[in-house]
Nanobody, 126 residues
Framework: QVQLVESGGGLVQPGGSLRLSCVAS????????VGWFRQAPGKEREFVGA?????????FYADSVKGRFTISRDNAKNTAYLQMNRLNPEDTALYYC??????????????????WGQGTQVTVSS
């Protein structure tokens, strides 16, 4: 069983930055792929990005965030990060981290992940 706790959300002005953190319990964090998803009000949860575990260091990003968002991880701290730059109001959402062992065809889908955090709210507004 893995428990995930996100933090770092908040209110930020357009053009600003935030860094979200996701702390995982357990001792196998380095093996998992870490995914970030978000859900805006009235919309379905959507893929943001993912980073493979097992030292593969392969990154995946949604087109909408590519070049603005960066995923990283510190396995020694059982923590993953989502650095978000040049935020705009369309980035407003509840952001979730998730872990699992998705195959390539599922890495951008919710079904690829087994464990989920409760989410942290990001609001981009002036």
């Amino acid at each position: 069983q893995v428990q995930l706790v996100e933090s770092g959300g908040g209110l930020v002005q357009p053009g600003g930055s935030l860094r979200l953190s996701c702390v995982a319990s357990g001792d196998t964090f380095s093996q998992y792929t870490v995914g970030w998803f978000r859900q805006a009000p009235g919309k379905e949860r959507e893929f943001v990005g993912a980073l493979r575990g097992r030292a593969q260091n392969t990154y995946f990003y949604a087109d909408s965030v590519k070049g603005r968002f960066t995923i990283s991880r510190d396995n020694a701290k059982n923590t993953a990060y989502l650095q978000m730059n040049r935020l705009n109001p369309e980035d407003t959402a509840l952001y979730y981290c998730a872990t699992g062992f998705p195959i390539l065809s599922t890495i951008r889908t919710e079904t690829g992940y087994r464990y989920w955090g409760q989410g942290t709210q990001v609001t981009v507004s002036s």
